[in-house]
Nanobody
Framework: QVQFVESGGGSVQAGGSLKLSCVIS????????LGWFRQVPGKDHEGVAV???????FYADSVKGRFTISRDNAKNILYLEMNSLQPEDSAIYYC??????????????????????????RGRGTQVTVSS
């Protein structure tokens, strides 16, 4: 059974940091492109970052320089380290995987539009709340 279990969210003040984790199980994902997206209730998804099987990364302009995506295939975990958090980063964060993408703008867009292969298998997400 394919599962994505996100954790690590919380409430922080602006300028603070959090590190999110996503434990992936149910399929072999070493060669997959992995990504984080976020959603504010009532609004569209926003692609945040992707990382491919070569370790290349691509970020949304809104988080570039503040967030770092990484993966540990041995532990089956995808990470998102978030620094200099701002109130506009408040959202529920989810992870997803796709076998065909490289880390680029097209992958981020596919993630944002729910077109990753495992987009529909997303977990419950983890809530991030940033206060000003």
């Amino acid at each position: 059974q394919v599962q994505f279990v996100e954790s690590g969210g919380g409430s922080v003040q602006a300028g603070g940091s959090l590190k999110l984790s996503c434990v992936i199980s149910g399929f072999t994902h070493d060669t997959y492109c992995l990504g984080w997206f976020r959603q504010v209730p009532g609004k569209d998804h926003e692609g945040v970052a992707v990382i491919d099987n070569n370790g290349a990364t691509f970020y949304a302009d809104s988080v570039k320089g503040r967030f770092t995506i990484s993966r540990d295939n041995a532990k089956n975990i995808l990470y998102l380290e978030m620094n200099s958090l701002q109130p506009e980063d408040s959202a529920i964060y989810y992870c997803a995987a796709d076998p065909d993408h490289y880390a680029n703008a097209a992958a981020l867009q596919a993630l944002e539009y729910g077109h990753f292969y495992y987009s529909n298998d997303r977990g419950r997400g983890t809530q991030v709340t940033v206060s000003s």
